[in-house]
């Protein structure tokens, strides 16, 4: 098992690692090293992934540099590692919202985590990223995603998943590949609430969308978005329209 390292922004890079046998076309699972004076790793991989991704980071930095672990939600590809970066990293700490504190980390977390506010800044020096709430966008309650704003980069967690191995960074269509991936998993919790939760993403016009899933983008993010805002707004009223007929 190879995990790549891509810089896809000033000193952000994409750990990525191919795993062929999941879902119908193989799939990337992507994490994000923000290096900084406190760098930050966004998304720890599962437990199985960990001694690749973590001689990926050792290709950049030394590993015990890691200041702070954050992720958009609970499950195995997002933090399944924690503890591992933790052991790995003892200056590090992991960082969450209050939501995901509070409901899991505060009771398994090896270390006390650092709850984030909603829209609270972690200045890393050299880098800051700004905690936006998205509470089950794309699912679970404590669901939260970072955006760094000297890069105007913003970590999508899943949001914008597509299969394969395309290429690490793209300024191509990632909207029709992510609509065909929705459709097949059905991984995004749709709510009323769901396009406006992605509208305000959208309205940080950010320049590269780091993908948990697939390629990054690198262009105008805000159109992006806005399309897929629009894409659930459909599918809810598909849904309910359904539900009432
Ligand atoms: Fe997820
Ligand atoms: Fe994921």
Known sequence: METRVDEIAERIYRLSTFLPVVGPRGFTFNQFLVDAD????????????????????????????????????????????????????????????????????????????????????????????????????PHCWDAGLLHEETTATLFTSDLLTHVGDPPALTEGDIIEPAIAAERHFGYTTISPATGATVRRLAALAPRTLAVMHGSSFSGDGKAVLTRLASFYDERLRQGTTAAGA
Request: glycine letters at 8%.
């Open 38 to 137: 406190e760098p930050l790793l966004f998304h720890c991989g599962q437990r199985a992934l960990f001694p690749a991704v973590s001689a990926a980071v050792a290709r950049v930095m030394d590993v015990r540099r890691l200041r702070w672990i954050a992720f958009s939600h609970i499950e195995a590809d997002e933090c399944g590692a924690l503890d591992e970066w933790l052991a790995a990293a003892p200056a590090a700490t992991v960082t969450h919202g209050a939501i995901g504190c509070a409901i899991w980390l505060n009771d398994q977390a090896p270390r006390p985590p650092r709850a984030l506010a909603d829209g609270e800044v972690l200045d890393l020096g050299g880098r800051r990223v700004r905690r936006l709430d998205t509470p089950h966008v």
